[in-house]
């Protein structure tokens, strides 16, 4: 494992340079977690696209659909679109519902004029049930490959229903081409031109929890903009499934967020999911991600009451502790609280400035008129954070129809088992897992990620009795032809694995539950309607609405080892005092390379490693089992008397 600073002028640098560090020579497969996507979206600094819709709808983008995700807010702002009006134009064609041709494209000449003299960077084309018969869009897109710019065409993006949210997500890809086209481009050049290196082979890791090809990734940007977090489930996934537990949570936090998302036995994804504030309509792995991290600020409002975050100092300034800060983060709460030990962060590579983190918050409370005491404000702001990461952990839970009790934590990113046991002891969770390495878990979880594909068509039937299944085998089979082309294409070898599955609904409902697709089809799809809902008609007819395909080319890294050492003695460092709620602890600190494999230690605690370190509170139990993951016990809270 080697961590790196970013280079953010050509995050492209970084990634050679590490390469390099690592000494190897001869053939290379790069398996690479970006964000550059996810940055391009949230700082706006992708392409000038232009947008092509059918006549009378090139400001469907912008009116989008009547939900308010605050509804009594007077003050709420839409996110505006990524086209502006002036980047919008018409093509004269239509298609009919059904997929009949009503009018052929036409007068295409003058709109690649007029295309063309807007200087866009790259072109989406989004015309109306393109999705039912697709040949006007490729009329078009005919025309526009003339102008030699990225294409991003709606009916190989996303062939499904719903025109706002399709042209959502092709403008997207198309808003991400350029950039993500230059990015890949470079890093393929810095990899190649290595002395002594004389094949390459790069894959990005997708949204939809699987890797794909260098050229897939280039082609449809879009589907790479949860790259980096997607890893990290797939990561946690893996190595809790190597301790026995399949149904998990996974808590991820870093610097300045965390994400959580919900594993019960496999990783599934979602089919609609917002990034910045626009509609996605892609599989995407079920991520929610909240702005709490090491980094996050502490303030008082002017109510007096005490917040943490969004606001993250960063990596520069950082923290106080890390000598340059000003305002006091998670991560200085912690060391004031002594869960953080000064000349163990970092395997010791890195000491925190413990005086100076006293100095400078004390100063900081007498600015505020605040009389609180350096332990009791750190303890405050650890209650808080973990207030706003327990809010997520429910979210992707209990509002969901699950029973946390059921369910595993597992715990990594740079923060994430300092804080993991006290939001499962909050939220009954039985145990904690703290995973080998935790500080790289989403690297390794891109490493033994499979090849993925999906392929989806929309396709309204009505089920009543009968499911249609010879009409729906039929379409199965046709996505099926299509997913073993893409793989030949690419050079994979084998046979892929299908997974069918199917968005359904009852008739008159707007939205759709997915589930897969077996011969008692509606008794499934109402199962599921009542677990995430407490109900479901009996009577009602239902709709399948759209087909999903999930293509998979197993990984042959699923049984790469992770992990090191677990079985020398003397494994205590040291006792350390150490602050739980209001009461002081002595705690053993213990270094987690050392600790015997299979032996019961008992908390307060904190296991320190290289990436990431460990805080079990007093009363639970914690040991290191055969997979090399570190394995809490937690103590059910107690609830005060009456």
Not at 51 to 67: N, P, S
Not at 205 to 226: C, D, E, F
Not at 419 to 445: D, K, T
């Amino acid at each position: 494992m080697l961590k790196a600073f970013s280079t953010p002028s050509d995050a492209s640098r970084a990634i050679a340079e590490s390469v390099s560090k690592t000494g190897v020579t001869g053939p290379l497969v790069l398996l690479h977690g970006t964000t550059v996507g996810t940055n391009t979206l949230l700082q706006r600094k992708g392409a000038r696209v232009a947008l092509i819709t059918t006549a009378g709808f090139k400001d469907l983008i912008e009116i989008g659909r009547q939900a308010r995700s605050k509804l009594y807010d007077f003050f709420f702002e839409r996110v505006p679109p990524l086209v502006g009006a002036e980047m919008r134009f018409e093509a004269l064609e239509r298609t009919a519902s059904g997929g009949e041709i009503v009018r052929t494209a036409a007068q295409l000449r003058e709109l690649v004029a007029d295309v063309r003299r807007s200087k866009p960077d790259a072109i989406a084309i989004a015309l109306l049930f393109s999705f039912a018969n697709p040949e006007n869009e490729r009329t078009l897109a005919g025309a526009m490959r003339r102008l030699k710019l990225p294409l991003s065409v709606s009916h190989e993006i996303l062939p499904e229903f719903r025109e706002y949210e399709r042209t959502s997500t092709t403008v997207m890809n198309a808003y991400l081409q350029p950039v993500m086209q230059n990015y890949l481009a470079q890093l393929e050049r810095r990899m190649r031109n290595h002395p002594g290196r004389d094949r390459v082979s790069i894959f990005v890791m997708q949204s939809n929890g699987g890797i794909a090809s260098l050229s897939s990734a280039a082609k449809s940007p879009v589907r790479t903009v949860l790259s980096g977090p997607a890893g990290g489930v797939v990561g946690a996934a893996a190595m809790a499934c190597r301790s026995g537990y399949e149904r998990i949570i996974s808590f991820d936090m870093g610097g300045t967020s965390t994400d959580v998302a919900l594993i019960d036995r496999e990783v599934k994804p979602s089919s609609y999911s917002e990034v910045a504030g626009l509609p996605i309509s892609l599989p995407m792995l079920d991520i929610h991600t909240v702005g709490a991290g090491g980094g996050s600020i502490a303030r008082f409002d002017s109510g007096g009451a005490l917040r943490v975050g969004p606001e993250s100092a960063g990596a520069a300034p950082g923290p106080i502790c890390y000598g340059r800060g000003l305002l006091p983060t998670v991560t200085d709460a912690n060391l004031l609280l002594g869960r953080l030990q000064p000349e163990n962060f970092l395997g010791g590579s890195f000491t925190l400035d413990a005086e100076r983190t006293h100095r400078v918050i004390s100063e900081w409370l007498a600015k505020q008129a605040n009389r609180t005491s350096l332990a009791s404000f750190a303890s405050g702001v650890v209650r808080v954070v973990n207030s706003n990461m327990e809010k997520a952990l429910r979210l992707v839970s209990i509002e969901r129809g699950y029973d946390p009790r059921e369910f595993t934590l597992v715990a990594f990113g740079g923060a994430g088992g300092m804080h993991a046991c006290e939001l499962a002891q909050a939220l009954s969770i039985p145990r904690v897992i703290v995973p080998a390495l935790p500080g790289a878990l989403s690297a390794y979880g891109i490493l033994v990620s499979d090849v993925v594909k999906d392929f989806s068509r929309t396709l309204l039937l009505r089920s009543a009795a009968d499911v249609p299944h010879r009409k729906m085998d039929e379409e199965f089979i046709a996505l099926e032809r299509t997913a073993r082309r893409e793989f030949q294409h690419e050079g994979w070898q084998g046979q892929p694995r299908f997974l069918r599955s199917v968005d359904m609904r009852f008739r008159g409902q707007g939205y759709e539950l997915n589930v897969p697709f077996t011969k008692n089809l509606n008794q499934a799809f109402r199962g599921e309607h009542q677990r995430r809902y407490g109900y479901a008609y009996r009577e009602r007819e239902l709709e399948i609405v759209t087909l999903r395909l999930r293509a998979i080319m197993l990984s042959p890294n699923s049984d790469f080892p992770l992990g090191e050492g677990g079985d020398r003695s003397s494994p205590t460092v040291r006792s350390v005092k150490t602050w739980f709620g209001t009461r002081a602890f002595k705690t053993s600190l213990y270094e987690r390379g050392r600790l015997v494999k299979a032996k019961t230690y008992r908390g307060p605690a904190i296991v320190a490693e290289y990436s990431a370190t460990t805080v079990v509170p007093p009363g639970m139990r914690f040991h290191v089992d055969r997979a090399k993951n570190l394995v809490v016990d937690v103590t059910p809270m107690r609830l005060p008397r009456q």
